[in-house]
């Protein structure tokens, strides 16, 4: 019989400690641990293995190979033009989606989705059958000598039709992501609509917008199914290494596939820089 | 001069419905209203951030219904502040001012000129609402703008703040409309109220009148007011046209009966006889040990129910006749009558304090 004024607790014991969820919840950890491995592994050990198996070959070979050389010239220049169009042209729609709400509004954001979704070489072909030579518009260009297909020219424009909805989307989501009072305070101190966005709005989003640029940089440089439909000469990298492939075999193909991979690690590494510097 | 008729606008899910004030050139306006009542919204229809989809605003005299922010000589401070990030302190209240003279003077006077190479991220919620009004009055504008600008200051900033702004408008005579919920904050500084609910003007007139005679039992307990009865209204001597018992639409000013529940008291106003609700604010309702031979129409004998201190005042709820009655007496007439919960007490009021609505 318990004493006077002590608890008597015999009749709700405590609870059974679970141990069978604290294995279930160890062996569960274990388990996405070797997934999440394993699939860290299978994005980095063929990149890797190309670094390994042409890297070095790649960069010795640049002085030597002008053709090697002479496309990654070409991918850098295209893609910056590509870039620079797009974002002259798209961030107009990128603010647009992100500000204002309007009929149609879920029409063009669809729109500027669409080479999202579209296979890249029907993308090349949609743009050879608008400006390809044969076509009224390819046509008009070509007599006012302007030559789109096979042409750096239709380098920039596949470039810049896969690409140019990366931009918008992430362009899109840093202009959301500034609260618009700023540019409506701005306006009540004086600013038309266009000064309160080269003053405020522009300031505040310009690192988004730059990370934005990169990426879609990035992606124009690795493109690849749009181009070789459109302009398979001259060739940009990824046609090269895949021209290479084809005519000379795997061995041929890893110098320059490895050096577009470190290629590709310039606007990685600016985005990260980017992004540090915005946390 | 602000002037608002009939404005109809809609902010996302929200609309602000037939909007009709003035607020006079010169003159110090105050928006009051529960959250969710459209304050903000409203000042953002005056300053064009929302549109107006009907109705006519005039600024300084002037149709700006359809005008854009920067043409309509406004400043406007948010209870965020929105200082501009990428700037710094000085920048910012240089931003838009009228001259450099301007943005010097009133970032002294409101004690940020000492902050003026800080950057924003580093400035108090306080320092940022003194920072956004000094930007707005730096623009010299006609008609300042106040979304709840004191609200994250503390009490003595509150005070030094409110003292800059009013001697400011003063000298300049802007037109003001500022946000609040402190409705002894609208009592101290306004000259015109204006009680939002829900989108819609519910009351406007002048602060004091607004405190003392709200439209609705609503407002009345939205602007503070312990007593707010439900009951039923009987004139008692007509001085108006004859009164016939039913007839609700005529409205007669007289001496009034008022009954909730068991209590009977005086009251004076304009009123349609039959159901109505009196209010009565707790400072116009007096205790004493014995009846006085006052003025007072209204005295009761009651149970002392509950003594709420509150600094030198104390909030006292009688129980008279079963109606709970607060009065708001000194701590001092708490000590003097000796007041305690259980102790009997006359509570007495004026039949002119009893306002019928």
Known sequence: ?279 | MISLKGVNARAGAFSLTDITFDVPRGAYGVVIGPAGAGKTTLLETISGVVRATSGRIELGGDDLTHAPPEARRIGIVYQHAYLFPHLTVGQNVAYGAADGAMASDVSARFGVDVLGDRAVESLSGGERQLVAIARALARRPEVLLLDEPFSALDPRTRNVARRVLRTIYFERRFTVLQVTHDFAEAGLLGDVAIVLDRGRVVQRGDPEEVFRKPASPYIADFLGAENVFAGVARPIRAEGPDWVAGDAQELIQHAVAFTTGALAFYALGDVVPGPTHAVIRAEEVSLSAEPSMSSLQNQFRGTIQEIVPAGALARVTVDASGTPIVAAVTARSVRELKLQVGGEVVVGFKATAVHLC
């Open chain 1, 1 to 279: 019989m318990a004493a006077p004024g002590i608890s008597v607790l015999e009749s709700t014991p405590p609870p059974a400690p679970r141990r069978a969820s604290a294995v279930t919840r160890a062996i569960a950890t274990v388990a996405v641990a070797v997934v999440s491995s394993l699939f860290l592994l299978f994005i980095v050990a063929p990149v890797a293995g190309l670094v390994v198996a042409g890297g070095g070959r790649g960069l010795s070979s640049l002085s030597a190979d002008s053709e090697l050389r002479d496309s990654l010239l070409l991918t850098a220049v295209t893609a910056t033009i590509a870039t620079l169009i797009g974002v002259v042209g798209a961030t107009p729609i990128a603010y647009v989606l992100a500000r204002r709400s309007f009929r149609g509004r879920a029409v063009l954001s669809a729109v500027m989705d669409l080479p999202l979704v579209i296979p890249h070489p029907v993308a090349g072909i949609a743009l050879l059958l608008v400006l390809g030579r044969g076509s009224p518009v390819g046509g008009a260009l070509y007599a006012a000598g302007l030559r789109v297909a096979s042409s750096p020219v239709g380098i920039v424009c596949a470039m810049l039709f896969v690409s140019a909805p990366l931009y918008v989307s992430a362009a899109r989501e840093t202009f959301a992501r500034v609260d618009a009072r700023y540019e409506w305070v701005a306006r009540t101190l004086g600013d038309d609509a266009w000064r309160a966005f080269r003053r405020v709005t522009l300031p505040l989003s310009a690192r988004g917008l730059v990370a934005a640029g990169v990426v879609m940089w990035a992606r124009a440089v690795s493109e690849f199914g749009a181009i070789v439909i459109l302009t398979y000469n001259p060739k940009v990298a990824s046609v090269l290494s895949y021209d290479r492939f084809t005519s000379f075999g795997l061995s041929e193909a890893l110098p320059v596939a490895a050096v577009l991979v470190l290629f590709a690690l310039i606007p990685l590494a600016a985005l990260r820089a980017l992004r540090g510097g915005t946390a």
